[in-house]
Structure formats: structure tokens, C-alpha cells
């Protein structure tokens, strides 16, 4: 799960860009290749929460 808590990128999902933003929570389910990009100058903080498959 990564919560946007500042700034603007996109999402990396496989072969997917997702445009995200402040606020905006996003989950990338399990061994699934993702990653995350700041497209600009301005800082981009996103809180990553990582947790072991149930």
C-alpha cells in the first residue's frame, strides 16, 4: 500500500502509468512488478506500508 502524502508522480503497475497525487492511496497486490516516479522538481513523499500475504 503507498499513501501520496506530498507531491505528484505516477504509479508504475507492470506495464501500466498511473498519475497520482496528495491524498490518493494506492495498493500493488503481490508480486506483481510496480515502482513509483517523480515526473517533476517539486518533492514527492509517499508512505509505503508493507505487509506480509494473510
Not at 508522480?9 to 506483481?32: H, K, S, T
Not at 513509483?36 to 522538481?41: A, E, L, M
Amino acid at each position: 500500500v503507498y499513501h501520496v502524502l506530498k507531491g505528484q508522480g505516477l504509479f508504475i503497475l507492470e506495464d501500466r502509468e498511473i498519475e497520482m497525487e496528495a491524498g490518493l492511496m494506492l495498493v500493488a497486490p503481490d508480486g506483481m512488478p510496480h515502482g513509483i516516479r517523480n515526473h517533476s522538481r517539486d518533492r514527492l513523499i509517499v508512505l509505503a506500508i508493507l505487509a506480509p500475504t494473510p
